[in-house]
């Protein structure tokens, strides 16, 4: 293909002289938002929207734990058998960015709580036609490290979540016209 119809396209898709019928599907992670409450997160719009953010996070990790394998393979069985057993969300851990500007940082605010079970959410951008992206509530333990640092680096620290309960999803809610 001819290098100028490369640019060309690329300019085209970078302008957004696209219509709308022939961009990308999807969704960027521009908007989710980790919150938190010392008392339960109703699995709804209103409750996860309703809990205190924490400001900054850069990595939120997979949210869907694995379930154990249970061998239930018999000698009359020519292949494995298995039944699920116990879903294991493992430690959760957040990056989050420290920022000077904060009067109550985030740091501060779940270095606070170590130790304790409390509630948390994960509220998902919401997508066009929608007041509510979705999201996910769940309690956990949170734990608070310091991350390492080089020179000339931001400061950021982890938010490690020994989770306490099952990781519920709450559907986006349409917007009301």
Known sequence: MDVSLIIAERYRLGCGIVKKEEQMAGLASIGIKIKYSASEIPNTAEGIQGAAALPNCQSCPSLGGDTDQIDVTCFGDAVKKYIPGLK?????EFTFLIDNQEEDSSFETMKSHEGEVIYFAVELPARSGYS?????VFSAVPTVD????????????????SVQSDIEYAAPAAAVN
């Open 146 to 161: 310091m991350n390492e640092i080089g020179v000339g680096e931001a400061l950021t620290w982890t938010l490690s979540m």
């Open 132 to 136: 509510f992206g979705g999201g996910f």
């Open 88 to 92: 294991d969300f493992s430690s959760l």
